[in-house]
């Protein structure tokens, strides 16, 4: 069974440029999140989907990050512009629709310079 | 709110067992996970346990959970090189929505 797919695996950008990363999720998993991992920390949640529809994007900074899962399975993340605080790994995960077990992909690293 | 707490180093010798400790303070955490992080990677889910079990064994892995004292650890029974990663302990009160991250324990094994 194929994994979360991500891309890109590595990002630079200057500041106030504008970056998408691209997310496909294991087959038949309903819910999609995206999460910030900053060097050091764990991983935040910032948006959480359920088929198409936000379930939770409570910490996603809505002034410069935008998320969409227009058909209910890729979904993309924006950030625009970018700061030099969002140089961070970008993971996506997925899981079944209420489901025990999220299953992560292999991140984007972005660096802002 | 949540507040997930680990140590960050430990190191053993390989063959020798290693546990990761975990402490948590949200008591409606009803699952409690270890995930793995290797260098430049995405994170691995290792094992889960639900608040109503006081352990889970899984191969080498060991997971004890002391729901009194808000505590969760992972042993690896056997560490070999290959465990040399990040480990982190994760609590959600809903599965796998919203998970809580600590800030992840470095193991290192010397050969």
């Known amino acids: 069974e194929a994994g979360v797919a991500q891309s890109p695996r590595y990002k630079i950008i200057e500041k106030r440029q504008s970056v998408a990363f691209w997310c496909n999720p294991i087959?038949?998993?309903?819910?999609l999140y995206w999460y910030q991992q900053i060097l050091g920390q764990g991983p935040k949640l910032l948006i959480q989907f359920q088929n198409n529809g936000v379930v939770d994007d409570s910490q996603l900074p809505k002034d410069r990050f935008s998320a969409e899962r227009l058909k209910g399975v890729d979904s993309t993340l924006k950030i625009q512009p970018a700061k030099l605080e969002d140089s961070a790994m970008y993971l996506c995960?997925?899981?079944?629709?209420?489901?025990?077990?999220?299953?992560f992909g292999q991140g984007t690293r972005l660096t802002v310079v | 709110g949540e507040d997930v707490e680990q140590s960050l180093f430990l190191s053993v010798r390989e063959g020798d067992s290693s546990v990761i400790n975990c402490t948590y303070t949200?008591?409606?955490?009803?699952?409690l996970y270890w995930y793995k992080q290797e260098p430049g990677a995405g994170l691995q889910l290792l094992t889960y346990i639900f608040s109503n079990m006081d352990m889970k064994q899984d191969q080498r892995l060991t997971v004890l959970l002391n729901k009194k004292d808000k505590h969760l650890s992972l042993r690896i029974a056997d560490t070999q090189t290959g465990d040399s990663a990040i480990y982190f302990c994760?609590?959600?009160?809903?599965?796998?929505?919203?998970?809580?991250f600590g800030t992840g324990t470095r193991l290192t094994v010397i050969p």
């Open positions: 949200d008591s409606s955490s009803t699952y």
């Open positions: 995960a997925s899981s079944l629709a209420g489901g025990s077990e999220a299953f």
């Open positions: 087959s038949g998993h309903a819910t």
């Open positions: 994760a609590e959600s009160i809903t599965g796998a929505n919203n998970l809580f």
